[in-house]
Nanobody, 116 residues
């Protein structure tokens, strides 16, 4: 079955950087788009960034210029490099893919806290 395992979360100071990783299994990774979502306390889950199977990327306006999504198909891993972090980036970050026929698949999430 599809499994997505995130890692790399933790505490960062404002202006700092973190890199999240999501390792996938159970499907042909190279054929599918991958996304990062986040959910802050008391807020709805929101899309942060997407990378297609061909490497095209899209970002939420709030992270454009600060975050970079990338993928390594050989390692079946998608990354989210986060820089110039702000307190409002504090959230649980989730890896996501939509794979036929199972549909939406989510990891368990990794907590990112940005605080001085």
């Amino acid at each position: 079955q599809v499994q997505l395992v995130e890692s790399g979360g933790g505490l960062a100071h404002p202006g700092g950087s973190l890199r999240l990783s999501c390792t996938a299994s159970g499907f042909t990774f190279s054929r599918f788009a991958m996304s990062w979502f986040r959910q802050a306390p008391g807020k709805q889950r929101e899309l942060v960034a997407t990378i297609t199977n061909q490497g095209t990327t899209n970002y939420a306006d709030s992270v454009t210029g600060r975050f970079t999504i990338s993928r390594d198909n050989a390692e079946k891993t998608v990354y989210l490099q986060m820089s110039s972090l702000k307190p409002e980036d504090t959230a649980v970050y989730f890896c996501h893919t939509n794979v036929y026929p199972t549909g939406d698949n989510w990891g368990n999430g990794t907590l990112v806290t940005v605080s001085s």
